[in-house]
């Protein structure tokens, strides 16, 4: 069973930074691109940034609003997905996605974690 | 990277059938093949129900069909169910590489 737990949310003040994990299970993680997605409370879904297999390069992509503040990260060794937020604002107050499609035959899916929620607050 | 457009709500009867668009530009939407729709209960993560504009993964109900004309695709909702109700958001790859989500649209069963 294919499954994804992110972790490490929690209150931080602006400016201040954070971690997030995101532990994968259930799938080959090193064959997976992968993606973080946010949503503001009672907002829509906003696309954060994606990390590609390191068989594709290994390469990221972010969003403009966390463009040189957020930093997405992959250990393959230890199935994990990794969100380095950094200079963090009001704004990136969301609960955070961890999210991968496969392909599995001649269909896809995706699969999402349960989120784990980001409160930027002094 | 502005979001895509999606009207803030559609509402319909049981078993009768609605369409939400999705619009966006020529550097999203109508340069690519790769719409995707989720449906998102309150509390729940999204759920995958189109992907690559009309293909459903297994195991995602048939009343639901996307398609795509320009710069603006579209998600029917077929024999609405009360099971339905929920908010609907379509996403985009863009020329930037990065990722689109739609604004977001509030499915109401009568």
């Known amino acids: 069973e294919v499954q994804l737990v992110e972790s490490g949310g929690g209150l931080v003040k602006p400016g201040g930074s954070i971690r997030l994990s995101c532990a994968a299970s259930?799938?080959?993680?090193?064959?997976?691109?992968m993606t973080w997605v946010r949503q503001a409370p009672g907002k829509g879904l906003e696309w954060v940034g994606r990390?590609?297999?390191?068989?594709?390069?290994?390469?990221?992509d972010y969003a403009a609003p966390v463009k040189g503040r957020f930093t997405i990260s992959r250990d393959d060794s230890k199935n994990t997905l990794y969100l380095q937020m950094d200079s963090l604002t009001t704004e990136d107050t969301a609960v955070y996605y961890c999210?991968?499609?496969?392909?599995?035959?001649?269909?896809?899916?995706?699969?999402w974690g349960q989120g784990t929620l980001v409160t930027v607050s002094s | 990277q502005s979001a895509l457009t999606q009207p803030a709500s559609v509402s319909g009867s049981p078993g009768q059938s609605i369409t939400i668009s999705c619009t966006g530009t020529?550097?999203?939407?109508?340069?690519?093949?790769?719409v995707s729709w989720y449906q998102q209960h309150p509390g729940k993560a999204p759920k995958l129900m189109i992907y690559?504009?009309?293909n459903r993964p297994s195991g995602a109900s048939d009343r639901f069909t996307g398609s795509k004309s320009g710069n603006t695709a579209s998600l029917t909702i077929s024999g609405l169910q009360a099971e339905d109700e929920a908010d609907y958001y379509c996403?985009?790859?863009?020329?930037?590489?990065?990722?689109?989500f739609g604004t977001g649209t509030k499915v109401t069963v009568l």
């Open positions: 020529s550097s999203d939407v109508g340069r690519y093949n790769y």
């Open positions: 999210t991968t499609r496969l392909t599995l035959g001649h269909s896809k899916t995706q699969y």
């Open positions: 990390i590609k297999t390191k068989a594709d390069g290994g390469t990221t």
């Open positions: 996403g985009s790859y863009t020329s930037s590489s990065t990722g689109v």
């Open positions: 690559d504009v009309s």
């Open positions: 259930g799938f080959t993680f090193s064959n997976a691109g």
